[in-house]
């Protein structure tokens, strides 16, 4: 397949996901075009295959330039195998209403943008601490305390399940 990846990164880690989606179909014998949305102005996702979008969530929301592609090209989309990849920490976690919360955000999504993926997976993000200011650091921090999860603010910490997501690539790309 010729797939079309357009991914929408703040601090990295989605970047680095979508990196990974196209270095595991390429391995898996498919053509690939990856590239950050605020790069795809021009870009025809009809003359793919198939597509993966990444965006990552901050706030309850994707980011605007994710939000706006997948506006501009819902109806080419449309006619796509399609997976949106949701990017978040609390994906990590196993908080039911978290989960939930996930899942009514990506609906938002569908509705603001016109365009339903054929598929949605939430993959858990990072604590990205070497890209944030202070605020966030210390605003990150907090969230952490209040998960119990221990951190350290002079380093990251990555909780993407790189083997699920083969798994999903997989499944999906079939």
Do not use: N
Request: glycine fraction near 6%; proline fraction near 3%.
């Amino acid at each position: 397949m010729k797939i079309l990846i357009a991914y929408a990164s703040t601090e990295g880690q989605t970047r680095k996901i979508a990196r990974f989606c196209a270095d595991t179909l390429v391995d898996d014998g498919h053509s690939v075009e990856l590239m950050p949305v605020a790069d795809a102005g021009a870009v025809e996702p009809a003359r793919f295959d198939a597509a993966i979008l990444a965006a990552s969530v901050h706030v309850g929301r994707y980011q605007d330039e994710m939000v706006e592609f997948a506006r501009a090209h819902a109806q080419a989309l449309a006619g796509l195998r399609t997976l949106f990849l949701s990017v978040s920490l609390a994906a990590a976690g196993t908080d039911p209403e978290e989960h939930a919360d996930l899942d009514r955000i990506a609906a938002a999504f569908a509705e603001t943008t016109g365009w339903t993926p054929g598929r949605v997976e939430q993959v858990a993000g990072a604590f990205r601490f070497t890209e944030y200011d202070f605020f966030k650091a210390w605003a990150m921090r907090w969230i952490a305390h209040q998960k119990g999860e221990a951190v350290d603010p002079r380093g990251d910490r990555e909780y993407t399940d790189w083997a699920a997501l083969e798994s999903v690539l997989s499944d999906w790309a079939g």
